[in-house]
């Protein structure tokens, strides 16, 4: 029977999914396995064959697992909001719904042809109520709810409002924006608006005013990832930094759990090291500094209190709230132009500037300690968002403090006599505080720092900062509580209605609140966002509603629980599927999401565990990060002014341009002539200058991309090679983690793999010819070879080796001309994860009934690959002369007196008696004469 891919390909999948193989119950009776995929937002334009490359690893393990007897629950589902569908639904006026699900009925049809082992009844897509009723739900939960930094953990709001009735702020311990304090009696008098507005500077979810990326042109605000050099990157429309009050979810509270739980997860160490400095813990101080002659304070957080005496001037961050109050009428035009200028860059641009900019306040503060004034000067190297948004600057010992200095000319004070101070040696000023000119003063009695190592001298001066009441010790991190506000139509509505100005949420039993029809999908003339177009957007009582809209993170940070249980109109999750599934124990996706989704998730899942819903206090135990396919890219040669193309190698002799030329019209680099007449309408009469009859493109490496038309479509490749070849060649481009260009030039090779394994089940007159015949030595040592190898590759997710091993194995047996089930079938199991389709035709043709899905993974038996005989290499004083072959158990004498018989050793003793003869068993006989 010939290997008729397309025939064999169409009929599993039909069978796969009459027959439910990979629906998944909780099954009590197996241990369970969660492989999970990074979900896709789909896009109009489909997959491209970079897209499927964690997706088949993925597959891969998922039917591994499986094969061991594990209970595997594997799902995929569709992150469907977003601002593309959005911006397409302007651009057309066609209902982003629409579009939505025409690409996810795209996306669906693409992944069943590739043969992935999904559970499709668990399918989600967070733009259907019944999926984002539990992200309302879930919203509604943090605004009632503070974090109680004593427990360390989420509790409810109404237990803090007991508190202040109680006891007012003494005692309370609670993760808040800012520190306030007043009496039970203060508290007790204050109107509800008013403790509405208190409440909401504890409360996890949160209105507050915050600098965001905003875009008038699309009229929202816009992550970090969405901008690029101050225009967004959908449509290239111009950015600017704006105070907003935003939703913030307070994510902040959760920084040191979030530190901790790495510890307990089994990620990449640089993942790990990412999260953690986006975190970005630091112990230190805030010290108190006044203005001069001013009634006007602020502070600073610094990790080395001990430097206080090396401060020459004062930095505060363009947004920061302090810069307008500091600014003198001299300095105030400056400053406003500067400030301006500062809002075009997002936060992230700023951080990675390296460019010295500012500007000075006209304002001086007054050191603590030494009492002398210092300049006050505003520069976007720092954020308002980290520490207190005002730094004091020690130019000797930092590079960007330094680096400040020198531009504008400020002085620059080294804390050690001597110190060689310069932008290279700034990094090595970790030495002792010794002989400083400030430093060896007593000041009240108190602080001396001379001969102090760095930690004793930091210690030192944050007690006596404390005990002086010029500041406070402190634990701070950089990471911010996370704006959850978008001014969009297509996103999650909140459930949220406001009463005399302020939010109040919706009971549970109106959920989900489901967006409303709007007449069009851009803001309204007076700037508010989309939802303020739609009609009666108000609540039951008749307060308006919320006119925002969630981000796209607010789907995709819970998703994974959903997919236990998602067709419960109850509960988010059952306790009993989340108690059976508990958490992922295999994620794989792109590093892309290394601070946003993978905080953010991470966030949720935490908040979920204090809520008792989760059950495990990490989402996610393993983490993969696939590398990304990139594009092979394909030119042609116009010869310049003509319509006259010249094949690669002869393009030296012209002078011409290169064209980017469709890559699908291109076969190992040679051109389908016709096809690239008739693929644009002005090159319909090229004429071609061929070498050997053919012409040969030049190639390069690229991001894949339609502008650089180097997107390969799988459909194509599937269509050409079948779905099989397809899983196996993205495997054995290379590692699962590198990053690797496709290149079509090597599928053949895999193809040909396939057909050569199909050859020995079938004769060229295509009879079967599998016989029940007892293994020989041989062939059970190539197979358990194999065995051994795909298991060990498999658990290490080296899927590239593993293809190879599959080839050398083919070439061993196909040389053995071994026909045996014994073997065969276990060779078909070896291969079900890579090639599903092939191993489940094959699987059938030996006469089983059920699906290979099914059957049981090999174990390897190592005395199958004990060797009988090994190769000595002989040397003669170190030199090596010839080889013999031995019995692997023959004693070393036995070993030496072979070695001395061989006729080949005559040559080399020339009569002589050797001095010494040294063996390593199975390896090394060395002769010395």
Known sequence: MEYNFREIEKKWREYWIANNVYKVVEDESKPKYYVLDMFPYPSGAGLHVG?????????????????????????????????????????????????????????????????????????????????????????????????????????????LEAAFAANGTEGVQAACGEELSFTAAEWNAKPEKEKQAILLNYRIAYLGDTMVNWCPKLGT?????????????????????????????????????????????????????????????????????????????????????DTIYGVTFMVLAPESELTDLLTTNSQRAEVTNYVQATKKKTERERIADRRVTGVFSGSYAINPITEEAIPVWISDYVLAGYGTGAIMAVPAHDSRDYAFAKHFDLPIIPLIEGADVSEESLDAKEGIMMNSPRAGHEIEGGLVLNGLQVKEAIAKTKAYIA????????????????????????????????????????????????????????????????????????????????????????GSSAYYLRYMDPQNTEALVSKKANEYWRNVDLYIGGTEHATGHLIYSRFWNKFLYDLGVACENEP????????????RSNFVYRIKETNTFVSLNLKDQYEVTPIHVDVNIVSNDVLDIEAFRNWNPEYKTAEFILEDGKYVCGWAVEKMSKSMFNVVNPDVIVEKFGADTLRLYEMFLGPLEQSKPWDTNGIDGVHRFLRKLWGLFYTNDDQLQVTNEEPSAEELKSLHKLIKKISFDIEHFSFNTSVSAFMICVNELSALKCRKRAIL?????????????????????????????????????????????????????????????LPADMPAGEVEKMALAHESAAKWVEGKTPKKVIVVPKKIVNIVI
């Open 51 to 159: 897209h499927p490359l964690g997706y088949i690893a993925s597959d891969i393990y998922s039917r591994y697992k499986r094969l061991q007897g594990f209970n595997v629950l594997h799902p995929m589902g569709y992150d469907a909001y977003g601002l593309p569908a959005e911006q397409y639904a302007i651009q057309t006026g066609q209902h982003p719904e629409v579009t939505t699900k025409n690409n996810i009925a795209r996306y669906r049809e693409q992944m069943d042809k590739i043969g992935f082992s999904y559970d499709w009844s668990r399918e989600v897509r967070t733009c259907e109520p019944i999926y984002y009723k539990w992200t309302q739900w879930a919203f509604i939960k943090m605004f009632n709810s503070y974090y109680d930094n004593a427990l360390q953990k989420a509790m409810p709001i109404a237990t």
């Open 620 to 631: 996610f135990k393993k983490l993969i990060n696939q590398g990304m396919i990139q594009g």
């Open 221 to 305: 605000v816009l992550a970090n990832d969405e901008v690029s050099e101050g225009l967004s990157v959908r449509g290239g429309y111009p950015v600017e930094q704006k105070v907003m009050r935003q939703w913030c979810l307070r994510v902040s509270a959760y920084a040191q759990r979030l530190l901790d739980g790495l510890d307990e997860i089994d990620w990449t160490e640089s993942l790990k090291e990412t999260q953690k400095n986006w975190i970005g813990r630091s112990e230190g101080a805030e010290m108190n500094f006044k203005v001069k002659d001013s009634d006007l304070s602020f502070t600073v957080f610094t990790t080395r209190a």
């Open 467 to 554: 005990e002086k009441g010029i500041g406070r010790v402190k634990v701070n991190y950089r990471l911010r509580d996370a704006i959850f506000s978008r001014q969009r139509y297509w996103g999650e509505p909140f459930p949220v209605y406001y009463k005399e100005g302020m939010p109040y949420m919706l009971d549970e039993s109106k959920l989900p609140l489901e967006l409303p029809e709007v007449d069009k999908f851009l803001p309204t003339e007076q700037g508010e966002p989309p939802l303020g177009r739609a009609k009666n957007w108000v609540s039951d009582e008749g307060f308006p509603l919320e006119l925002c809209t969630m981000p796209g993170f607010a």
């Open 825 to 885: 079938e276990q060779l078909i199991t070896l291969l079900a994860p890579f090639a599903p389709h092939t191993a489940e035709e094959l699987w059938h043709v030996l006469g089983n009934d059920s699906t290979v899905c099914d059957a049981q993974w090999p174990v390897c038996n190592e005395a199958y690959l004990v060797e009988n005989t090994a190769t000595y290499v002989v040397s003669f004083n170190g030199k090596a002369r010839f080889n013999i072959e």
